[in-house]
């Protein structure tokens, strides 16, 4: 993990790691593993939460892009933070509006590519980024 990330940053570009998998496969408990793990050798890593029926650091309908410094410790519903930039859903699925979930993912990765484009023109390293993912793999969730 940390190779990739020093790979990333020796070539001035950002480490983009999306978890993705079914329902109940553990996808949240990877990326916060992922965010951990990361935080040991980066000052801080960025965390876009797409998943609006069980979100990690915001309240359930939200897609959000966070920029973390701490540790994820203890169930979600006790890790609300304020996000870097959020976009309200409308509804705990995708289903009822897709074109709407897309639009607000385009942003919030829009989001994430100019906070690390501001870093190296800063001459620092971008902040990898954690991408959590909904668990519906088929249709529209």
Partial sequence: LTAA????????????????GS??????????LLVN???????????????????ELTPPGLLSLHLLQQPLFGPPHLQHQQPLLAYFQGDVS??????RYLQAVQCLCSRYHSTAAAA??????????VINTPGWITGLG
């Fill in 5 to 20: 990330y020093a790979a990333a940053a020796a070539a001035a570009q950002p480490c983009v790691i999306a978890i993705t």
């Fill in 23 to 32: 329902k109940g496969s553990g996808k949240s408990s990877v990326a916060r």
């Fill in 37 to 55: 793990s990361l935080l040991n050798s980066c000052p801080e890593v960025a965390f876009m939460d797409l998943d609006p029926g069980q979100p």
């Fill in 94 to 99: 995708s289903q009822s509006e897709p074109s």
């Fill in 120 to 129: 190296a023109a800063a001459g620092r390293v971008a902040a990898p980024l």
